[in-house]
């Protein structure tokens, strides 16, 4: 599986951005792609993840009802709209990709085998 993650950039609070996740999965797999960001000096956190096949979401509190993880199994991209920024949001953010991971450990990256390159997320206050 291969991934390759866009969309960062520079916002001001308050903001939104569109990240994307190209990959290079079956559209009926058991695979499930998660975002992860990671600020300086903190370790990778997990922020949100969909199952390929069949669409259910999952989502850090800190995120819910501000970003929505969708994907487009047409162009084999899963998306991460990012609503309301904070500076706190402020990191690098990587897709990864899980082959069959069950729900409680879905927020663990050792779940997932594949990465891709990260995108700086800079929120300005």
């Known amino acids: 599986v291969q991934l390759q993650a866009s969309g960062g950039g520079l916002v001001q609070a308050g903001g939104s951005l569109r990240l994307s996740c190209a990959a290079s999965?079956?559209?009926?797999?058991?695979?499930?792609v998660g975002w992860f960001r990671q600020a300086p000096g903190k370790e990778r956190e997990f922020v949100a993840a969909?199952?390929?096949?069949?669409?259910?979401?999952h989502y850090t509190n800190s995120v819910k009802g501000r970003f929505t993880i969708s994907r487009d199994n047409a162009k084999n991209t899963v998306y991460l709209q990012m609503n309301s920024l904070k500076p706190e949001d402020t990191a690098v953010y990587y897709c990864a990709a899980s082959y069959g991971v069950i729900t409680s450990e879905t927020g663990n990256p050792k779940q997932y085998a594949h990465w891709g390159q990260g995108t700086l997320v800079t929120v300005s206050s």
């Open positions: 969909i199952r390929w096949s069949g669409g259910t979401t």
């Open positions: 999965i079956r559209t009926y797999s058991r695979y499930v």
